[in-house]
Every structure is written in structure tokens, then in C-alpha cells.
């Protein structure tokens, strides 16, 4: 539970996402490139990542002196398998029993 | 590696012997994975990703040490020049399980690249719930199936 706090306060900041969408067009990326073209600091992207990381939505692996940063996708997963798959059902079988009454109903 | 890697990490309240049966043993797998799964998963042999009859990924075992590590080639024997390599990290940390997913050597443009990148998060997120609480879960409801014939 506590881990989950922290993936969605992770997620709630719009520069934090950002950064999610940019490793997601590309993949593996150092604190320099994902600081480029970026409204931000050096040093608040590297407090967002460090949330990221801890949130164990990014992770870094360490190359030469540099650490290279991964998009982990899987807490995400998590989410929408915990919280909206389950929500989607409901408004499926909502639906399916609104087709079935409505069908009923022209017999 | 021209296309970079893709590394997803896990942690999971359970074994590393249990996430090793999760990976390997085809009853255990079947149970998150939907498919079937085969090979003796030893150094040297071939292994077997089966949909509906149909083989959608398949390779060799590059490294096998039970139950921490498990390297394999990942090639979709529809596009043979896209092979690839899979490497499963397995570690005890505290009182749960790390698992590291690192999926690189791609070509360049390949298209493997993007297909997984969408199936692993799903993959490991209910290898997870299943390993955790015991309930299996159809990991490709509402998405188009993990391979097969695509329209």
C-alpha cells in the first residue's frame, strides 16, 4: 500500500509525467538528455527522478560515470489492473444488463 | 546495442524459487501468461512460446542457474532477423523477491522492440498478483493477444 502512495504521488506532478512520455519515445536516457529542451532545472529533474526511481517507475542503471534511466512501466500495470480493469467491468456488465432489458423489452 | 535495453524491476512478496517455477514451469505459467511454455531450461537447450497452437517466440537457453538467473535468445519465428536477448535476474531482498527483466541486443528498427514493451509491464504486473494473493488473472483481457495471426 505504502508503495503504492508513492506511485501515484509519483504520478501526480505533470513535470514528472513528462518525463515518463519522454522515456517512453525513447527508452534509456541520461540526466542530459532528459534535460534538454526541458522548462526545468538540472537540479529539479534530478529531484523528479529521484521520486520516479523511489516510486519504481524509472530505473537507472549506472554506466561509466554516467546512469542511464529506463522507463519500469509495471507499477502502472499494477494500477490499472487494481484500479481500472475492475471499474471497467462493472461499466461492461452495466451495459451488457442495459442491452439485455432493452432487448427484453422489444420481445 | 544500437536500440537501448529495456530493463523493468519487481519486487514480489514471495521465493525466488516460486518467481523461478513462475518463469519455467509450464502449469505455473499458464496461470498469468495464458500460453504454454516449453523446454528443459538448461544451458545449451531450446525453449518454446506456444499461442494457439502457434509459436510466437522461441530460442535458446543462453545461462541457466536455478533459481537466480536464466538468459535466452527471444526471436519470433515469423521475423527470424529480429532476434534478441532476455535476461531474468532472481534476488532475495529482504523479505521479498527483486526481478529484473532486461530485454536488449535488438536491431535496429526492430519490432519486437515495441511489441514488448507493452507485454512486459502486463506480464510481470500479474506475475506479481498471482505470486502474491494466489489468483490467477487473464493479463491480455481487453488487448490484442500476445501473438497469432494479427488482422
Known amino acids: ?107 | 546495442m544500437s536500440t537501448p535495453d529495456f530493463i523493468y524491476t519487481i519486487y514480489i512478496r514471495t521465493t525466488p524459487e516460486k518467481v523461478w517455477a513462475a518463469i519455467t514451469n509450464p502449469e505455473f505459467r499458464r496461470q498469468y501468461w495464458v500460453d504454454d511454455i516449453s523446454s528443459d531450461w538448461k544451458k545449451g537447450s531450446e525453449w518454446q512460446h506456444k499461442s494457439h497452437d502457434q509459436i510466437c517466440t522461441a530460442g535458446k537457453v543462453l545461462e541457466s542457474l536455478p533459481p537466480t538467473l536464466l538468459v535466452i535468445t527471444w526471436v519470433d519465428p515469423s521475423l527470424p532477423d529480429d532476434g534478441s536477448r532476455v535476461t531474468f535476474e532472481i534476488k532475495a531482498f529482504e523479505d521479498m523477491v527483486r526481478l529484473n527483466v532486461v530485454h536488449g541486443d535488438f536491431k535496429p528498427g526492430s519490432i519486437m522492440a515495441k511489441k514488448i514493451s507493452e507485454g512486459w509491464p502486463r506480464v510481470l504486473s500479474s506475475l506479481k498478483t498471482l505470486l502474491e494473493s494466489g489468483r490467477a488473472l487473464n493479463t491480455w483481457a481487453g488487448f490484442e493477444p500476445s501473438c497469432g495471426p494479427r488482422s
Open chain 1, 1 to 107: 500500500v505504502q508503495r503504492e502512495d508513492k506511485v501515484f504521488k509519483a504520478l501526480a506532478d505533470a513535470s514528472r509525467r513528462r518525463i515518463l512520455d519522454r522515456l517512453r519515445e525513447k527508452n534509456g536516457q541520461t540526466l542530459g538528455e532528459l534535460c534538454e529542451d526541458q522548462d526545468m532545472t538540472r537540479q529539479a529533474v534530478t529531484k523528479h527522478l529521484a521520486l520516479l526511481e523511489e516510486a519504481g517507475l524509472v530505473v537507472a542503471v549506472r554506466k561509466g560515470r554516467e546512469k542511464i534511466h529506463y522507463l519500469n512501466a509495471v507499477p502502472i500495470s499494477q494500477i490499472y489492473m487494481r484500479w481500472i480493469r475492475k471499474f471497467e467491468r462493472r461499466r461492461m456488465e452495466a451495459l451488457h444488463n442495459l442491452k439485455q432489458a432493452l432487448e427484453e423489452d422489444k420481445k
